[in-house]
């Protein structure tokens, strides 16, 4: 049942948040069961519709648990292979497949799918909204990750796992050298995994800077928000370079393009500079929101403010910036020059300041509390002692006449390990030891943790620590097997015990957990006193009003938050339009700005996730009309699930406090979904500049000219015309923006936007004909190949928006285009302008790159 506002009801937005209580007159007796009724979770099959970010968020993390379980029966197969010298457990190929399943799995099926799905999960508790701003993204990025992630996990059983290292380095995993599938599998599947990826940092970025509650102000953020505001402006930076790289590998074992093919112009260390540029700010994709935890869990168990908040802050945005400076810290052999080694080098030191900034800050907030005893405690004890000690080894590798010596040996592989476990997984058993009540109301067994903290500690430190005895006694990494004379097999054996005795650690918290489930229900409360809103009384419709945020530390100022907030008597207590609906407040000062009104559950975000899992994995075994019949099936989802958002409000405003009536939703660049957009729009721009980056690099090894001798430049006419189609297409579309108004006849619009669109179809009719004339052959050498790539790319953005030309006409047609329903409408025009922009660079790169090389 829907109710309607008073027509004369005009929005109030306001410049402060009022002392007194937002909501403090009676509350209607049906306004509670309407609010249960409509974020009433499904039951039965129709639970696998729901998008609500607390049942996602659970999945998500169930699912990447499951994929840490999987990763370590994987590690224990290589410590009982390693045990023994000259072991026969496993064959060579067996081992390979072993230990790139091992790493892949670990780092991209698990790693950073546990610190997003925490993040889905805590976030818009902690953040008092009611969800994520894009629910059925969050719904499509889990389906899609654990679709695709368990199908390419299933590889292992048939044969075709990729066997090239989880970092595949070309030439090994080129045609000539994998002539299987198996490196097929790994390009494949793990970019889409990493587009999953990237959608859920979209969805993060936007809901931790819209969807706060009203007065939490950056300055009054939660450190954890703060940790995973950097870690999602670092996945769309990072990300797009290893999507470029995996697509590149693709291209040149599918259709013989030679990007890494030395013998034809290419350079296999381009590979490496596209996947370290992933690869080492991911160590602290990982490790931030760890980071952001424990600065939460710690200020907890010792019942004090933490100290140093705003120097933690800082630290957490300096982390991430230096992180972008050390992708060559994992080439230091690879034959760079000594002034960059020599800055990678700084910057691989640098680091450790801001890190050592937050360990200092956590030591600081335990001395100044009262410790608790407890099983967040030990974890979190145990994780400072175990990341500190990797951030030393970490140092010393970046020394560059040490590095010289242990690069590709055993010390590295214990280094990345103290890393990695210690720097994440700890911190995430110390978050489930500290978050688990919010899902039932029960504990886990306080004297079980510590069994399972002091074999987990004790273990892994058995199993890791000898490592760095062994790479300096000068055991290679990946190696299947070693002779007995060489002086490393008691250290092997002992390595192989302690990682026995760290699952056995794992396996025991297994037990509590399933054990904690199966009790009945209870209320959650506030068990560890804590400080932040995620322990406000909650229910699927997240807290009855959404409250407001006076302190860093609202639950300590203000003890009687939660009965206020229970009682209705904050912001939108209730459900103003019978839909699903949250507060989108200020990016900065976190005011009231406009109602949002979320989609409910759907089919349509599975059936999408499912068709694009289908389609990336079945092209990878050549079965190439089913993969196309579910990646339309992918694109069909996404359309119907588009086509039932951007509606006409079913009113204009709503009182969502006493005294304050808000607009319901909003357009341009007041819109969520328009800064959604954007952040797309970086992450598709990274993904040209990597593509460019591969451009220039190609270019500069040319030993002759460029371009080389047996190719061409286009004529002049050819990019001028191109540019000029581009810009007349783009002039199109914002005169078709800004005529969308009622007194505007709609066929107008569809016949700009088709015109539009016939420009951009011009503009890539002349790239590609210059580029023909001209006589580019992709497989003659990589310097025509990544010509190739880059007009490919622009040729893929006009697909898309010929897709998004047909479905604007189609809701202009339908009449859903309308003043104030015209997200659609503006968000397209978005990637319609950035798509001109980057094929003028295009053009400009290919002709202006070669003057600079004679």
Excluded at 51 to 72: D, E, H, K, Q, R
Excluded at 252 to 266: L, Q
Excluded at 278 to 285: A, K, N, S, T, W
Excluded at 645 to 673: F, I
Aim: some cysteine; proline content about 7%; hydrophobic content about 55%.
């Amino acid at each position: 049942m829907k109710t309607q506002e008073s027509p004369s009801l005009t929005p109030s937005l306001p410049d402060s948040l009022p002392d007194s209580l937002p909501s403090s007159l009676p509350r209607p007796a049906d306004e509670l069961p309407r609010l249960e009724k409509t974020w009433a979770t499904p039951r039965g099959w129709r639970f696998l519709t729901s998008v609500n970010n607390t049942t996602i968020g659970l999945l998500y993390i169930g699912t990447s648990l499951l994929f840490f379980l999987l990763a370590g029966v994987l590690g224990l197969l290589i410590r009982l292979q390693l045990a023994v010298p000259e072991n026969t457990l496993l064959s060579a190929g067996t081992y390979n497949q072993v230990f790139t399943m091992h790493g892949t799995v670990m780092m991209f099926l698990f790693a950073i799918p546990v610190v997003e799905a925490i993040a889905v999960y805590l976030l818009p508790g902690m953040l008092g909204a009611r969800d994520l701003p894009f629910p059925r993204l969050s719904a499509y990025a889990f389906w899609a990750y654990a679709i695709g992630g368990l199908a390419f996990f299933c590889t292992l059983f048939v044969g075709l796992a990729p066997d090239g290292g989880w970092f595949m380095y070309p030439p090994l995993t080129g045609k000539e050298y994998s002539p299987g599938l198996n490196t097929d599998f790994w390009l494949l599947g793990i970019g889409f995994i990493e587009i999953s990826a990237i959608a859920g940092a979209i969805e993060l970025i936007v809901g931790i800077l819209f969807t706060r509650a009203p007065g939490m102000s950056l300055g009054k953020m939660p450190v954890y928000a703060w940790s995973m505001l950097v870690v999602g402006v670092m996945i769309v930076f990072a990300f797009p370079a290893v999507i470029a790289g995996t697509a590149l590998l693709e291209l040149e074992r599918a259709f013989d393009w030679p990007f890494f093919i030395a013998e034809r112009g290419g350079d296999p260390v381009l590979w490496q500079h596209l996947f370290w540029f992933f690869g080492h700010p991911e160590v602290y994709i990982i490790f931030l929101p760890a980071a952001g935890m424990v600065s939460t869990m710690i200020a907890t168990i010792a019942g004090t403010p933490l100290v140093g908040h705003r120097a933690i802050v800082v630290a957490l945005v300096a982390v991430g910036f230096f992180s972008f400076a050390l992708w060559a810290h994992h080439m230091f052999t690879a034959g760079l020059g000594l002034m960059t080694m020599s800055f990678v080098s700084a910057a691989s030191m640098a680091v450790a300041i801001p890190t050592g900034i937050q360990v200092f800050a956590w030591i600081a907030t335990l001395w100044r509390g009262r410790v608790r005893m407890s099983g967040p405690t030990l974890f979190l004890l145990g994780f400072m002692f175990i990341f500190v000690l990797g951030g030393l080894t970490g140092v010393m590798v970046a020394v560059l006449p040490f590095d010289w010596q242990v690069h590709d040996s055993y010390f590295i592989v214990a280094h990345f390990h103290y890393v990695l476990i210690g720097g994440m997984v700890f911190p995430v058993f110390a978050a489930m030891y500290y978050w688990i009540p919010l899902i039932n109301g029960n504990m886990l067994s306080e004297r079980v943790a510590r069994p399972v903290f002091w074999l987990m500690f004790c273990g892994f430190n058995l199993a890791f620590f000898p490592m760095h005895l062994t790479g300096l006694l000068g055991m290679p990494r990946r190696v299947y097997t070693y002779a007995p004379d060489l002086g490393w097999n008691w250290l092997n054996l002992i390595s192989s015990i302690g990682a026995f005795i760290f699952a056995g650690g794992v396996v025991l918290f297994l037990f509590d957990a399933v054990r904690t489930f199966r009790k009945a229900e209870k209320p959650v409360g506030n068990p560890w006193h804590a400080a932040t809103l995620e322990w406000l009384p909650a229910e699927d419709y997240a807290t009855r009003s959404i409250p407001t945020v006076a302190s860093r530390e609202p639950l300590w100022d203000r003890p009687s938050l939660p009965a206020e907030v229970q009682a209705g008597q904050h912001w939108l207590p209730g459900t103003v339009t019978g839909l699903r609906e949250t507060i989108v407040t200020g990016p900065v000062r976190a005011l009231p700005r406009y109602l949002l009104i979320l989609p409910t559950d759907s089919w349509w975000p599975l059936i999408a996730a499912a068709g694009t899992a289908g389609f990336f994995l079945l092209l990878t075994i050549k079965q190439t009309l089913i993969a196309w019949a579910c990646g339309i099936t992918a694109i069909v989802g996404v359309i119907v699930w588009l086509w039932q958002s951007d509606r006409v409000p079913p009113q204009a405003t709503a009182k969502v406090a006493d005294d304050v009536v808000l607009p319901v939703g909003a357009t341009g660049s007041a819109s969520h979904s328009w800064w959604a957009t954007i952040i797309m729009l970086i992450v598709d721009g990274t993904i040209f500049a990597s593509l460019l980056f591969a451009y220039i690099h190609i270019s500069m090894r040319l030993p002759v000219s460029c371009p080389p001798p047996n190719a061409a430049l286009p004529a002049p006419l050819w990019p001028l015309l191109s540019c000029g189609l581009l810009l007349t297409g783009s002039a199109l579309m914002a005169s078709a923006q800004r005529g969308l108004h009622p007194a505007a006849p709609q066929k107008r619009l569809r016949l700009a936007v088709m015109a539009a669109l016939a420009c951009l179809i011009g503009a890539f009719a002349c790239d590609f004909i210059g580029q023909r004339l001209a006589g580019l052959d992709p497989s003659a050498q990589a310097w025509s190949a990544t010509v190739a790539a880059l007009v490919g790319y622009q040729g893929f953005h006009v697909v898309v928006l010929a897709i998004i030309a047909v479905y604007l006409c189609a809701r202009s047609w339908r009449k859903l285009l309308t003043p104030s329903s015209r997200a659609t409408l503006d968000n397209s025009a978005l990637i319609w302008h950035y798509t001109t922009l980057q094929g003028i660079a295009c053009a400009a790169a290919i002709n202006i790159v070669p003057l600079f090389m004679d």
